[in-house]
């Protein structure tokens, strides 16, 4: 959610649409699975005409296998990749590329209409996975507006 409030605050006008996903076999067809959802149904939530970055805290290989013979192939997902060690919570999803930075950056990438804009926040994006890289080597923690992050509510 931190990547939403990053891509509201830069790109004001982007609709994004976001999707919690708690029961993953939802994202199975109604046909091999009870809790499936329909062609229809997968449809409206997760369009036909645009990308979806589908972060997950797990294997993006499930997502694919429960999604292989769905027709909307538009789907990313990133997540658990064998990265990390001993450390942060979210220097693990930094370095699986999970992070709200590398999200952002996986944002801007497939919006190549954003020109100008898109690049520079692609870059700040990459200037904030330097400045997070230098942080916790010295200090072993977490940039503090990470590690103080707070759930805002969307207007």
Known sequence: MAAVSILRRHLPDLK???INVVDLMKLQSESEHPHGLSE???DSLFTKDKHIIFGFHGYPSLVHRLTYRRTNSNLHVRGYK???TITTAF???VQNDL???HLVQDVVDRLPHLGS???YLKQ???????EH???IDKHGQDLPEVRNWKWSNPK
Do not use: N, W
Request: hydrophobic residues 30%; glycine residues 8%; aromatic residues 10%.
């Open 91 to 93: 220097d693990i999803r």
């Open 124 to 130: 700040m994006m990459q200037d904030k996975l330097i």
């Open 16 to 18: 994004i649409r976001v």
């Open 40 to 42: 229809t149904d997968y």
């Open 133 to 135: 890289k230098h942080y």
């Open 99 to 101: 992070d709200r930075f």
């Open 82 to 84: 064998e990265e990390g």
């Open 117 to 119: 804009k898109g690049a």
